[in-house]
């Protein structure tokens, strides 16, 4: 009789959980139909890992064995398989209901507690442009699936030239729901401009530094609901996309995601493929961390001091000026610091992009637990952070720095900069092609130096020495001769256009090399196509129309001449 009870007891038990698990299922699928992506919630039990499920699932943060991610109808379906029992959880958008400032008169804020429209944001970029036309620059560097603009200002004290500084670039809202650092970064952006005149820190860091900052990089994310409006803004783009994991990744390969690289994202990898970044941030919330690479790997960063001395510097200072009843802010995982891949991992996201196939040095930057605080609040995160941005933004002056340039001609040379015994996974770097000037960011040491260019015999330069937030400064000139150069990292060859959609043209005088080996090579240093050229005169032509969207290496090689030049098939 006991074990009878018991057994119905038990079937009981189990039809109940099926009954829940289906209405469960049955209210995710009405989500997914609505907002076109789902927040939920489970626990782990059994032996899986977070790698497993990020390559699944877009997980937003993991505490104590809980897990809260996002998923769209194809990634929910697939977990599903899985079998983990889950929680819908109210999407963190849905939680709230702001009022948006629909007119921002720039000249007369006097409080930053407000989220703009989307065309009040757009009447504030155009409007810092025009009123500060000596400091900075509008740039529309493409458009969301839904035709809003991607906007980035550069901020210089000689804005309409490119000067031989390094170049930073802040960024954020790639995750549309997550808002705090939109208001930062239009915050940061009109505390510069403002102070230039009076402010004899931020004209230091406007005459050596040209500084990008691009506050929305998801706007049909954020105004998910219509253009007046951040209440209920999903993280995805119109697609139903995850912006980051959607980047190519040193470890999964071109299409980590399995979609198709969104427009936002290759109006991003077009706009740095246009710039030499050397540093670089992304802003989420949802957290309260600064994470630094990789995250797509166990394997530590070349440079994992440096990145570690960096961030901690970032997060003290944050500590040092946060509100007093602030003390648990910014204090997850190491005191506010993490390596990726400790706390999960990830594939496709533009942090591990940027810093392998950009040679930038790019952290995320978790700013608050909540997606999207309230408007009053934000004041406060500006006044706990603005010193670290800034103090931030310095870092790309300091580490070994100089010009490298043709010992006879005094032309500059796109040189390659490899500290030897310790770069690997592509943390060298490149001198500029139209100055030579190059910005190797490392950790306080000694170093020898190798500088490498095509038609250039190397050279190293031995025991340079290194002071954290100090420039050490080193020109060096190369003589004629052969090189060690890989092939693969020169930027020598004419072509166009570029990105390229059906036809690539190199557009130079070829007639001395001879006959020589056209490659496509791609990100993963895969060659696509490889073809044998015959006294290739002024002129040659390659079909592209049947390779993948992507990131590629063009290369020509002859027995004495080798170039090559990054290529965007789209």
């Given at each position: 009789m006991k074990t009878w009870i018991l057994t119905v007891i038990l079937l009981v038990g189990t039809m109940l959980n099926v009954t829940s698990q289906m209405k469960n299922n049955t209210e995710?699928?009405?989500?997914?139909?609505?907002?076109?992506?789902?927040?939920?919630?489970?626990?782990?039990?059994?032996?899986?890992?977070?790698?497993?499920?990020?390559?699944?699932?877009?997980?937003?943060?993991?505490?104590?064995?809980?897990?809260?991610?996002?998923?769209?109808?194809?990634?929910?379906?697939?977990?599903?398989?899985l079998n983990i029992p889950y929680e819908i959880e109210i999407a963190p958008s849905m939680l709230h209901d702001f009022q948006l400032k629909s007119i921002v008169d720039i000249r007369s804020i006097t409080s930053w507690d407000f989220y703009p429209t989307y065309n009040a944001y757009l009447q504030m970029m155009s409007d810092y442009a025009s009123t500060y036309p000596e400091l900075c620059k509008l740039v529309k560097f493409g458009e969301s699936i839904e035709g809003r603009d991607l906007l980035v200002l550069k901020l210089s004290d000689n804005v309409n030239v490119h000067e031989a500084e390094p170049e930073f670039l802040y960024t954020a809202t790639m995750h549309g729901d997550e808002t705090t650092g939109y208001n930062l970064m239009l915050h940061l952006i009109d505390y510069l401009l403002s102070n230039y005149s009076t402010n004899a820190e931020v004209a230091d860091l406007l005459n050596n530094t040209e500084i990008w900052i691009n506050p929305l990089a998801n706007p049909d994310g954020t105004y998910w609901l219509g253009n007046s409006s951040v209440n209920g803004a999903i993280r995805y783009n119109a697609n139903a996309v995850d912006l980051n994991r959607n980047f190519p990744d040193l470890q999964s390969g071109l299409h980590p995601d399995g979609n198709p690289w969104q427009l936002e994202n290759i109006a991003m990898i077009d706009f740095m493929n246009e710039h030499d970044f050397v540093m670089s941030c992304n802003m989420h919330t949802g957290a309260e961390v600064l994470n630094y690479p990789w995250d797509t790997m166990e394997k530590l960063h070349a440079d994992d001091d440096w990145y570690y001395a960096t961030s901690r510097a970032y997060v003290d200072t944050v500590h040092a000026n946060?509100?007093?009843?602030?003390?648990?802010?910014?204090?997850?995982?190491?005191?506010?610091?993490?390596?990726?891949?400790?706390?999960?991992?990830?594939?496709?996201?533009?942090?591990?992009?940027?810093?392998?196939?950009?040679?930038?040095?790019?952290?995320?930057?978790?700013?608050?637990?909540?997606?999207?605080?309230?408007?009053?609040?934000?004041?406060?995160?500006?006044?706990?952070?603005?010193?670290?941005?800034?103090?931030?933004?310095?870092?790309?002056?300091?580490?070994?720095?100089?010009?490298?340039?043709?010992?006879?001609?005094?032309?500059?040379?796109?040189?390659?900069?490899?500290?030897?015994?310790?770069?690997?996974?592509?943390?060298?770097?490149?001198?500029?092609?139209?100055?030579?000037?190059?910005?190797?960011?490392?950790?306080?040491?000694?170093?020898?130096?190798?500088?490498?260019?095509?038609?250039?015999?190397?050279?190293?330069?031995?025991?340079?020495?290194?002071?954290?937030?100090?420039?050490?400064?080193?020109?060096?000139?190369?003589?004629?001769?052969?090189?060690?150069?890989?092939?693969?990292?020169?930027?020598?060859?004419?072509?166009?256009?570029?990105?390229?959609?059906?036809?690539?043209?190199?557009?130079?005088?070829?007639?001395?090399?001879?006959?020589?080996?056209?490659?496509?090579?791609?990100?993963?240093?895969?060659?696509?196509?490889?073809?044998?050229?015959?006294?290739?005169?002024?002129?040659?032509?390659?079909?592209?129309?049947?390779?993948?969207?992507?990131?590629?290496?063009?290369?020509?090689?002859?027995?004495?001449?080798?170039?090559?030049?990054?290529?965007?098939?789209?």
């Open positions: 995710a699928f009405e989500i997914l139909s609505e907002r076109g992506e789902l927040y939920f919630s489970f626990s782990i039990s059994k032996p899986i890992s977070t790698a497993h499920l990020t390559k699944i699932i877009s997980i937003d943060k993991v505490e104590q064995g809980t897990i809260w991610a996002y998923a769209n109808t194809q990634s929910f379906n697939n977990f599903l398989a946060k509100p007093s009843n602030w003390a648990s802010y910014l204090t997850y995982l190491d005191n506010g610091i993490t390596n990726g891949y400790a706390w999960y991992t990830t594939d496709g996201n533009r942090q591990d992009y940027s810093n392998y196939f950009m040679y930038t040095r790019e952290t995320t930057l978790e700013l608050s637990n909540i997606k999207s605080p309230s408007p009053n609040l934000l004041p406060t995160y500006w006044n706990a952070h603005y010193r670290s941005l800034i103090n931030y933004v310095k870092e790309c002056q300091y580490g070994i720095r100089g010009f490298v340039s043709d010992a006879e001609s005094g032309d500059p040379i796109a040189a390659k900069i490899e500290l030897l015994n310790h770069d690997e996974d592509h943390s060298y770097v490149f001198a500029g092609e139209e100055y030579g000037d190059y910005y190797r960011l490392v950790h306080a040491g000694v170093y020898d130096v190798k500088f490498s260019a095509a038609g250039y015999q190397d050279k190293i330069v031995s025991n340079v020495s290194v002071v954290n937030q100090q420039a050490t400064f080193l020109d060096v000139e190369l003589e004629e001769g052969s090189t060690s150069i890989e092939t693969s990292t020169l930027t020598l060859l004419s072509v166009y256009p570029n990105p390229a959609y059906d036809v690539v043209v190199i557009d130079m005088d070829l007639s001395e090399a001879g006959s020589c080996t056209l490659s496509l090579t791609n990100c993963l240093g895969q060659i696509i196509k490889q073809e044998a050229i015959i006294n290739p005169g002024n002129r040659i032509e390659l079909s592209v129309s049947d390779c993948l969207p992507g990131v590629y290496s063009l290369q020509l090689q002859s027995a004495d001449y080798t170039a090559s030049t990054k290529l965007l098939i789209r």
